[in-house]
Every structure is written in C-alpha cells, then in structure tokens.
C-alpha cells in the first residue's frame, strides 16, 4: 500500500530528481598558447517528454578575462519545433564555477528574435536539484514561474559578467540542469539535466522530474501541514 506521501506526491505530479552520468568540466582561456578553448555549448536534448521532443543549447563566449571579471557573451537557442505543448526554456545551471563567484550580472539582453529579460543569480536553487554555483533565467527566477522564457524557435543573447578572483582560467563544472514549463500534452514544468557538446563521456538521462509551478508547491505545502496537523489530532 502505497504511504500517505507517496499518494499525496503521486496526486501532485511530483517525480524523484535523479541527475546522473559522468561528471563533465571544461577549462576556458583566451591564452592561444594552452590547449583550452575559448568558448563551450551547453545543449539538452530529450526526446518523448510527454510527448515532446525537447531541444536547446547555451553557446558561451568568453569574452574578456581579468584578475578580477570573466565576461562571455551567451547565445541561447530553444530548438524545439513543433511539438505538443508551449516547451518553454526557462533557466539553466552550472553547478560549479572556478574560481567561487563573487558575483554575476546580465546586461544587454533580448538580442534575438525574441525579447526576453534575463538574469543571473549566485547560489540559486532548482527545486529538484538543489543549489547551482551560476544559474541564469528568463523566467521569474531561477525557479521559473511566469509565462516568460524562450518558446519554440527562439534564439536570444546577452553579456554575462562573473566576478572573482582568476588566474587566466574559468572552468565549469556538471551537472548542467535546466527548467522548461509548459511541456507536451500536460503542460506540466520538467527539470532536465544537460551536457558538453561534443564530449562523449556524458551519459545523456531520461528526464525524471516533473517540477511544480509555484501555486502546487504552495498546494503541497499545505498539503503536508494537513497531515501534520492531522497526525497531532489522533
């Protein structure tokens, strides 16, 4: 018999997180005589997620690189085309940054063929996946939320600007998760992870995650204080 969380999760739509495969870096410079490049593409694809194929990729450009600011230019495309549903791409992650990050900031967005307001956080959270070092969305907040984010076909770019302290290197840790809402025949919100292009060590995984939008979390909450309050009634 399935256990009061387990229906009440079930109810909801709530899936287990689960973010594996091998663990993914890339070191960037702008010193020509290294073997490390200049720039890295982000990409997630997934096929059937309730029916949608699911595609997107984050190209970063390391611009400039100081002992005090990296600075990228970022192009963001949702290639989904369509598919059941909006599939909205909304935020994603990189769990860790080298050196730690003092600081990070978006200037010049809405450069695509889309205009959409992006922004970047430090120590943010994905509800099923916990705490990322670097998360940037376009959505209400790393989370998501709103109706925003890239729909189907949209490509969009802007500056990001890390501050710390480098020593002519920034590096990028896996895992890379990221937020879409709106996705295939439910319209429900999906965390999914992503991977390097091009590196083969990646294991690509099924989504697992179905990620409610704030109203359920809010649903849910209420939800368990019912039960505590239940529990302390008997």
């Known amino acids: 018999m ?8 079930a109810a909801l739509g709530v899936g287990a997180a689960l973010y594996a495969g091998a663990a993914q870096a890339i ?4 010193d020509g005589s290294t073997s490390n ?20 990729s984050a190209l970063f450009q390391l611009d400039t690189l100081s ?5 990228f230019v970022v ?36 450069t695509g063929n889309i205009a959409v307001s992006w922004g970047a956080s430090r120590n943010d959270t994905f509800p099923g996946f916990q705490k990322v070092e670097l998360c940037l969305w376009a959505g209400q907040n790393c989370s998501g939320g709103s109706n925003s984010g890239l729909v189907e076909g949209a490509v969009d770019s802007f500056v990001l600007t ?13 895992p890379f998760p990221s937020k879409w809402q709106a996705v295939g025949n439910a319209g429900n919100s999906w ?17 697992v995650q179905i990620v409610p939008e704030p109203g359920t979390l809010a649903l849910l909450g209420f939800a368990f204080a019912g039960l505590g309050f239940a529990r302390r009634r008997r």
Request: aromatic share 6%.
């Open 2 to 9: 399935l256990s009061k969380f387990a229906r009440l999760t």
């Open 27 to 30: 070191v960037l410079d702008l």
């Open 37 to 56: 490049p200049s720039n890295v593409t982000l990409v997630w694809q997934f096929n059937n997620v309730d029916g949608a194929n699911l595609s997107a």
């Open 67 to 71: 002992a005090t600011q990296a600075v």
């Open 75 to 110: 192009n963001v495309a949702n290639n989904t085309l369509g598919q059941p549903g909006d599939n909205r791409f909304v935020s994603f992650g990189i769990d860790n940054v080298t050196p730690n990050l003092t600081g990070a900031s978006v200037s010049n967005p809405g």
């Open 162 to 174: 890390l501050t710390g302290s480098f020593t002519g290197t920034v590096a990028f840790d896996a």
């Open 191 to 207: 965390e999914l992870a992503g991977c390097i292009q091009g590196d083969t060590s990646c294991v690509r995984v099924p989504p």
